[in-house]
């Protein structure tokens, strides 16, 4: 494997990212932050909307621990998987609070402590390790795991075998380089479709290369579409939102969904929004109270303020479309 490494630490030096912020950084909390703001999401949406704001809002992870989570929320709106969000908030919290006296809270070195934190996975937890702590250990994200089922003609990616495979081949000396490289090649050479082979490092070992786009096989699925009946309660000019507590956009404000929509309510349309798992359709139904019957009433710049789901800002603006 010395030559490919060399191959690939020249490959790096002339075609990798190396601009990308979180790479010219010593600091554990904003390469921690990029790992979780790049699960499932795109380089260029996390660079120009989210990473550099969210820095400037929490610039520190005691400052991200002392934060309430709203705020969290409402600066990671649009992202999604709010999930993300808000075990990066618990985490800081966490560190925040275990922290000694006078210390900043710092991150864990170690893979196995740094798992065992909320909202950090085995790949986070080594991407960690290895861009901020320089640690001799592979990262296994999606354009890695297509890379090694292709130089080993794997048409099923079997993550066990996949973490052995990337183990021995890791490059101990310039681990840093060496996984950057790799989720670089990924995304740029060994792309999912039309794959520039020639133009790989990899080429000379690869046994996928004749046919690549074989390995590994995707697994094919069905998106189901969910319909929900959407109440927008409104009083006084303000429009009534409640804070979510189910599992599913937990902490975020939204509009009720029921069962039934009331007799006395107006149909105003309907909004789409499409999720990984599932495409959900609203129809939006709009009713006037004669006298409050919810918690919480805003007006909508004031919704604006706070942290809302996609689908409910399309809801939002189809209620102000729809008062035009």
């Known amino acids: 494997m010395k030559s490919i490494h060399r191959k690939i630490r020249h490959w790096y030096t002339q075609h990798g990212r190396t601009d990308l912020p979180w790479r010219n950084t010593t ?3 904003p390469i921690w932050l990029s790992e979780v703001m790049l699960q499932q999401t795109q380089v260029k949406t996390v660079l120009d909307r989210y990473y550099f704001p969210f ?4 610039p520190t992870i005691e400052a991200l621990g002392n934060a309430p989570l709203d705020a969290v929320l409402k600066q990671w709106e649009g992202l999604g998987y709010y999930t993300r969000a808000k075990n990066l908030h618990k985490t800081a919290q ?3 609070q275990e922290k000694a006296a006078d210390t900043a809270p710092v991150l864990p070195s170690a893979i196995d402590e740094l798992i065992q934190l909320p909202g950090i996975g085995k790949n986070t937890a080594h991407a960690v390790a290895a861009f901020a ?5 592979p990262v296994m994200e999606a354009n890695v795991r297509r890379i090694l089922c292709r130089i080993h003609a794997m048409e099923q990616a079997d993550e066990k075998a996949l973490w052995e495979i990337a183990y021995s081949m890791v490059d101990r000396q310039n681990p840093f380089e060496y996984n950057q490289a ?3 090649i990924g995304a740029t050479r060994c792309t999912p479709k039309a794959p520039q082979c020639a133009a790989c490092p990899f080429e000379s070992i ?6 690549p786009e074989r390995y ?4 094919r699925r069905t998106v189901p579409t969910r319909e929900q009946h959407i109440m927008i309660n409104l009083y006084n000019n303000k429009l009534a939102l409640s804070q979510r507590q189910g599992r599913f956009l937990h902490g975020l404000w939204g509009f009720d969904a029921v069962e039934v929509p009331l007799c006395a309510a107006e149909e105003i349309g309907e909004v789409t929004h499409a999720y990984t798992h599932f495409k959900l359709r609203c129809k939006v139904y709009l009713y ?3 006298e409050p019957a919810h918690d919480h009433y805003f007006t909508p710049h004031q919704i604006r303020q706070l942290a809302i789901s996609k689908v409910d800002e399309k809801i939002l603006n189809l209620y102000l479309d729809s008062m035009t």
Request: glycine share 4%.
């Open 55 to 58: 820095l400037e809002k929490f």
């Open 133 to 137: 702590f320089k640690q001799p250990v």
């Open 94 to 96: 966490l560190l925040t």
């Open 288 to 290: 006037d109270e004669t």
């Open 182 to 184: 790799m989720m670089d």
């Open 27 to 29: 600091d554990p909390y």
């Open 216 to 219: 590994p096989q995707k697994k």
């Open 206 to 211: 690869c046994q996928g290369k004749s046919d």
